[in-house]
């Protein structure tokens, strides 16, 4: 397609990004408000009143609790067996995962907060945990809740410190357990139990959150960097878990960091000087950019929508929604060729199903279970990598099978917690949400030789709708 | 960083010989068309296993001094000892069961192997062993894949099989491949949909679902077709995703669909903290492992003549244990080729040794065989391509032949 874009082919394309689908009422407030001031109410969440999912995901009594009460509510069997208590469904560790797997659909499908929704998915995606490792279980409410939610459209370096501090992150990538090899706790003697350096974080911290595989570091700066962190642990992780600096752990002398001396002697401070240097690196800037860049626009973004974006980042000091704004009013933004350029991943998939079809949803096993088989499931993947944003990851015959067995189950609501209205039936007014004037001819026809629900099925399941 | 590795790669290639290539009369039937097509199965492990405490080098003078926590107590020691292979190295006591096979002579181990990339980032290491181009990242294609491409025979689309949900990057590229979770769930939920999803598909102008479409389709009518006559499984596997990945692999190559290439991976290698010794952490990941191998070997029965399987881990682990009884993401592993016509019962690769000069980087196991010289070789003798150019390409094998089969 070289045309540009038409009026209403822009919004379903800015939806589409912004958002978790379209809706008509989506629609409607977009071109009553224009584009350009959708962007800002959206970019300002905390003025948008979202009572009415609040008020679905309250219901899920987990999302108030510290980790310690969870791990109360909520025990191992071994520590479950030791207090006398009886183990069951419904104080299994699993349910806790299950509210905030439920609590992330609803809010995906209902909050009036749809970019900010993306930014907390986009952000748990890049810090990625994984909810089922250890004590993990009983700190990824607080996480989410405590530690990406206040900052997914912050400061970047506020996000990079709170998710270094968090005790979820300290214990997924065992920085709590690291020891200076000069620290204290590693000289006493006659310890047999003597603990050292643990590098996992300082890797990943570098790699995955900050400067990116290419970003210039070396086994050294993963060394050095590791070396500052020490000390960085946590309080009680199976209870009320906090963040500590424990200055015996803390290796004191002098460290290199991607070669800036940090003096001796600086105990936790160091680690927040790391923070600091990934934070304003220019690597850094470039890595995110390009990250944001794949999701609002295409999995190659091209190198100008990388470049202002860097910049901006650079600019703003890493003002999220400063970056956001900047890809998004880029002039690349609207060019056809990134109009439905990008694949749906599972979640985006599955929650602009329920929007479009306005599906009464509460979030069930079952569809949670789709979510799985499609290949990702919510706060479980395990590898710090999170899970993958560009087209081939999910498009294998497996997930494509699910997800046409996902539509058919939905349009003829087999789906125990999803009901789409019976007026469903007639799909046209969709086909204005999905693809405005540009349906191809073969689901055109598709669409024609079928009734009922399994027309929805069928414009659900169409190669148009796995697109955004 | 990136050129000091395109450095050691392009030094490592100089000079050597190719990969030795078997006399025609070796090369088993693979060219011949036959319903019993040769299977190359490939696991991947996925967080990098700590291959030194898979295949212990019991008698390196260094091994135990690294790991005061965690090293395998040697064959002497008994229950909690490994398993001796040869007087020199010995397997974890958790994959007890696979010394029958290595005792049959249809496990061959390779020690020391892997990818001659130094990163030791988990997901650039992964691509890196998948696209089979070390150094090299921005190649399209899987090298499972090139193999297919390549090799044009046969339109089964169980040609290429990943058990996964999401197609990996070593069968991603220009041949089709499928991917499927359980042969049982494989099929439409909605009978009166289907067929015109399928016509609808077939005419997408999209590629991306016109080719997904139809491999899709395909594969569903061939299994629907088969699916009666595929004989029940008699082995006994033990609980979890990727044993049960290996049974449907196991039930394809009975089916006789066309298989070729089959892929799937277990996860959960990835031991910072509290890896443990002949019992814990990696313990219990070898237990899964182990029993899983034995109960294919054991269902595929006769077919292993045809069959061979080799596993994958992005790298190694450091040789010294860290501050927590873990260890940290290393260098060179430890492979394993399990088949019917596998030279097995003994292990290949040059030993590097432990002690601290020799260590990679002064920190990992040296890596002495290219995991490509490997699979080359399994690709070239057992699967008949000869041909290796386009599936490794600018790759010639520093230790020439190894032998393996």
């Given at each position: 397609?070289?045309?540009?874009?038409?009026?209403?082919?822009?919004?379903?394309?800015?939806?589409?990004?912004?958002?978790?689908?379209?809706?008509?009422?989506?629609?409607?407030?977009?071109?009553?408000?224009?584009?350009?001031?959708?962007?800002?109410?959206?970019?300002?969440?905390?003025?948008?009143?979202?009572?009415?999912?609040?008020?679905?995901?309250?219901?899920?009594?987990?999302?108030?609790?510290?980790?310690?009460?969870?791990?109360?509510?909520?025990?191992?069997?071994?520590?479950?067996?030791?207090?006398?208590?009886?183990?069951?469904?419904?104080?299994?560790?699993?349910?806790?995962?299950?509210?905030?797997?439920?609590?992330?659909?609803?809010?995906?499908?209902?909050?009036?907060?749809?970019?900010?929704?993306?930014?907390?998915?986009?952000?748990?995606?890049?810090?990625?945990?994984?909810?089922?490792?250890?004590?993990?279980?009983?700190?990824?409410?607080?996480?989410?809740?405590?530690?990406?939610?206040?900052?997914?459209?912050?400061?970047?370096?506020?996000?990079?410190?709170?998710?270094?501090?968090?005790?979820?992150?300290?214990?997924?990538?065992?920085?709590?357990?690291?020891?200076?090899?000069?620290?204290?706790?590693?000289?006493?003697?006659?310890?047999?139990?003597?603990?050292?350096?643990?590098?996992?974080?300082?890797?990943?911290?570098?790699?995955?959150?900050?400067?990116?595989?290419?970003?210039?570091?070396?086994?050294?700066?993963?060394?050095?960097?590791?070396?500052?962190?020490?000390?960085?642990?946590?309080?009680?992780?199976?209870?009320?878990?906090?963040?500590?600096?424990?200055?015996?752990?803390?290796?004191?002398?002098?460290?290199?960091?991607?070669?800036?001396?940090?003096?001796?002697?600086?105990?936790?401070?160091?680690?927040?000087?790391?923070?600091?240097?990934?934070?304003?690196?220019?690597?850094?800037?470039?890595?995110?950019?390009?990250?944001?860049?794949?999701?609002?626009?295409?999995?190659?973004?091209?190198?100008?929508?990388?470049?202002?974006?860097?910049?901006?980042?650079?600019?703003?000091?890493?003002?999220?929604?400063?970056?956001?704004?900047?890809?998004?009013?880029?002039?690349?933004?609207?060019?056809?060729?990134?109009?439905?350029?990008?694949?749906?991943?599972?979640?985006?998939?599955?929650?602009?199903?329920?929007?479009?079809?306005?599906?009464?949803?509460?979030?069930?096993?079952?569809?949670?279970?789709?979510?799985?088989?499609?290949?990702?499931?919510?706060?479980?993947?395990?590898?710090?990598?999170?899970?993958?944003?560009?087209?081939?990851?999910?498009?294998?015959?497996?997930?494509?099978?699910?997800?046409?067995?996902?539509?058919?189950?939905?349009?003829?609501?087999?789906?125990?917690?999803?009901?789409?209205?019976?007026?469903?039936?007639?799909?046209?007014?969709?086909?204005?949400?999905?693809?405005?004037?540009?349906?191809?001819?073969?689901?055109?026809?598709?669409?024609?030789?079928?009734?009922?629900?399994?027309?929805?099925?069928?414009?659900?399941?169409?190669?148009?709708?796995?697109?955004? | 960083?990136?050129?000091?590795?395109?450095?050691?790669?392009?030094?490592?290639g100089?000079g050597f010989l190719a990969l030795g290539l078997p006399p025609p009369f070796l090369v088993r039937a693979a060219a011949q068309q036959s319903?019993r097509s040769k299977v190359l199965v490939?696991?991947?492990?996925?967080?990098?296993?700590?291959?030194?405490?898979?295949?212990?080098?019991?008698?390196?003078?260094?091994?135990?001094?690294?790991?005061?926590?965690?090293?395998?107590?040697?064959?002497?020691?008994?229950?909690?000892?490994?398993?001796?292979?040869?007087?020199?190295?010995?397997?974890?006591?958790?994959?007890?069961?696979?010394?029958?096979?290595?005792?049959?002579g249809q496990l061959a181990i390779v020690?020391?192997a892997?990818?001659?990339?130094?990163?030791?980032?988990?997901?650039?290491?992964?691509?890196?062993?998948?696209?089979g181009?070390?150094?090299?990242?921005?190649?399209?294609?899987?090298w499972l894949?090139r193999f297919l491409?390549q090799r044009e025979r046969g339109?089964?689309?169980?040609?290429?099989?990943?058990?996964?949900?999401?197609?990996?990057?070593?069968?991603?590229?220009?041949?089709?491949?499928?991917?499927?979770?359980?042969?049982?769930?494989?099929?439409?939920?909605?009978?009166?949909?289907?067929?015109?999803?399928?016509?609808?598909?077939?005419?997408?102008?999209?590629?991306?679902?016109?080719?997904?479409?139809?491999?899709?389709?395909?594969?569903?009518?061939?299994?629907?077709?088969?699916?009666?006559?595929?004989?029940?499984?008699?082995?006994?596997?033990?609980?979890?995703?990727?044993?049960?990945?290996?049974?449907?692999?196991?039930?394809?190559?009975?089916?006789?669909?066309?298989?070729e290439i089959?892929?799937?991976?277990?996860?959960?290698?990835?031991?910072?903290?509290?890896?443990?010794?002949?019992?814990?952490?990696?313990?219990?990941?070898?237990?899964?492992?182990?029993?899983?191998?034995?109960?294919?070997?054991?269902?595929?029965?006769?077919r292993m003549e045809d069959v061979v399987i080799v596993?994958?881990?992005?790298?190694?682990?450091?040789?010294?244990?860290?501050?927590?009884?873990?260890?940290?993401?290393?260098?060179?592993?430890?492979m394993?080729v399990i088949g019917g016509h596998v030279r097995g019962g003994r292990?290949y690769g040059r030993?590097?040794?432990?002690?601290?000069?020799?260590?990679?980087?002064?920190?990992?196991?040296?890596?002495?065989t290219d995991y490509r010289a490997v699979c080359g070789e399994v690709i070239a003798r057992h699967m008949g391509q000869r041909d290796l150019g386009q599936v490794f390409p600018g790759f010639r094998s520093p230790v020439g032949q190894l032998g393996i089969i």
């Amino acid at each position: 397609m070289t045309t540009p874009l038409r009026q209403e082919q822009k919004i379903v394309h800015f939806l589409n990004r912004t958002s978790f689908g379209p809706t008509p009422a989506a629609v409607q407030r977009a071109s009553q408000l224009g584009v350009r001031d959708y962007l800002e109410e959206q970019l300002a969440p905390e003025a948008i009143a979202d009572g009415a999912v609040e008020e679905k995901v309250a219901g899920l009594k987990t999302m108030r609790m510290n980790s310690r009460e969870l791990f109360e509510l909520y025990p191992p069997p071994k520590a479950a067996r030791e207090r006398g208590m009886a183990t069951n469904a419904m104080n299994a560790p699993r349910l806790v995962i299950f509210e905030l797997q439920q609590a992330r659909l609803l809010r995906a499908v209902y909050s009036q907060r749809q970019l900010y929704e993306v930014m907390v998915d986009f952000w748990s995606n890049h810090f990625n945990i994984f909810a089922a490792k250890g004590a993990n279980r009983w700190l990824m409410t607080s996480y989410d809740r405590d530690t990406i939610r206040p900052h997914a459209l912050g400061k970047f370096r506020d996000l990079l410190l709170a998710t270094a501090q968090s005790p979820a992150m300290l214990f997924y990538l065992d920085n709590w357990l690291s020891v200076g090899p000069n620290s204290r706790a590693a000289l006493q003697t006659g310890n047999s139990r003597r603990r050292g350096l643990n590098e996992n974080y300082a890797r990943e911290i570098m790699e995955l959150h900050s400067l990116g595989v290419d970003g210039g570091y070396s086994q050294q700066d993963v060394h050095e960097i590791a070396r500052c962190f020490t000390g960085w642990t946590l309080r009680r992780p199976r209870g009320e878990a906090e963040f500590m600096f424990n200055p015996r752990m803390h290796d004191p002398t002098a460290k290199t960091v991607l070669g800036k001396h940090i003096p001796a002697s600086g105990g936790m401070e160091d680690g927040v000087k790391v923070i600091d240097l990934l934070a304003h690196h220019p690597a850094t800037a470039r890595f995110i950019a390009t990250k944001l860049a794949r999701r609002f626009v295409a999995d190659d973004p091209p190198a100008s929508i990388i470049e202002q974006a860097a910049a901006a980042f650079r600019r703003s000091d890493g003002d999220i929604p400063t970056v956001v704004r900047t890809i998004i009013d880029a002039p690349e933004f609207f060019e056809p060729t990134f109009y439905q350029a990008k694949i749906k991943k599972p979640l985006e998939y599955v929650a602009s199903a329920l929007r479009i079809t306005e599906a009464d949803t509460r979030v069930t096993p079952q569809l949670l279970r789709y979510l799985g088989r499609m290949g990702e499931r919510l706060f479980l993947a395990q590898p710090p990598t999170g899970y993958p944003d560009v087209a081939s990851s999910w498009i294998s015959s497996d997930m494509l099978l699910t997800r046409m067995n996902f539509a058919s189950d939905l349009a003829a609501n087999r789906i125990d917690g999803a009901r789409v209205p019976m007026q469903m039936g007639d799909t046209q007014p969709l086909i204005g949400l999905i693809a405005p004037g540009s349906l191809s001819s073969a689901t055109q026809a598709a669409l024609s030789e079928t009734a009922g629900s399994d027309t929805l099925a069928l414009l659900l399941a169409a190669p148009e709708f796995q697109r955004r | 960083m990136d050129r000091s590795r395109r450095t050691f790669i392009k030094s490592a290639g100089v000079g050597f010989l190719a990969l030795g290539l078997p006399p025609p009369f070796l090369v088993r039937a693979a060219a011949q068309q036959s319903s019993r097509s040769k299977v190359l199965v490939v696991i991947f492990q996925r967080g990098g296993m700590d291959g030194l405490n898979v295949v212990i080098p019991f008698k390196d003078p260094a091994y135990y001094a690294l790991r005061p926590s965690i090293a395998v107590a040697e064959p002497a020691a008994g229950e909690e000892g490994a398993i001796d292979l040869d007087g020199f190295y010995a397997l974890h006591p958790a994959l007890s069961p696979l010394k029958k096979i290595y005792d049959q002579g249809q496990l061959a181990i390779v020690h020391a192997a892997g990818s001659p990339d130094n990163t030791r980032s988990h997901f650039d290491a992964q691509d890196c062993m998948e696209l089979g181009t070390p150094g090299i990242r921005s190649t399209p294609d899987g090298w499972l894949n090139r193999f297919l491409t390549q090799r044009e025979r046969g339109d089964s689309p169980f040609r290429g099989l990943a058990v996964t949900p999401q197609t990996p990057r070593i069968l991603a590229g220009a041949a089709p491949t499928l991917s499927l979770s359980t042969i049982e769930e494989f099929r439409p939920r909605n009978l009166t949909v289907a067929p015109a999803l399928q016509k609808l598909y077939a005419n997408a102008a999209d590629p991306l679902f016109r080719r997904g479409g139809q491999t899709l389709f395909e594969a569903m009518a061939r299994l629907r077709s088969i699916e009666a006559k595929i004989p029940p499984s008699t082995a006994s596997y033990p609980a979890g995703r990727f044993p049960a990945g290996l049974k449907q692999i196991a039930r394809l190559i009975k089916a006789d669909v066309g298989l070729e290439i089959a892929f799937t991976e277990i996860e959960g290698w990835d031991t910072h903290v509290a890896e443990g010794g002949a019992t814990g952490q990696l313990a219990n990941r070898l237990k899964e492992l182990g029993e899983a191998l034995v109960a294919f070997h054991q269902d595929v029965g006769d077919r292993m003549e045809d069959v061979v399987i080799v596993t994958l881990s992005e790298f190694g682990r450091t040789a010294r244990e860290n501050g927590n009884r873990g260890t940290d993401h290393g260098h060179a592993n430890v492979m394993f080729v399990i088949g019917g016509h596998v030279r097995g019962g003994r292990v290949y690769g040059r030993w590097p040794g432990l002690a601290p000069e020799l260590l990679y980087e002064g920190r990992d196991l040296d890596l002495t065989t290219d995991y490509r010289a490997v699979c080359g070789e399994v690709i070239a003798r057992h699967m008949g391509q000869r041909d290796l150019g386009q599936v490794f390409p600018g790759f010639r094998s520093p230790v020439g032949q190894l032998g393996i089969i």
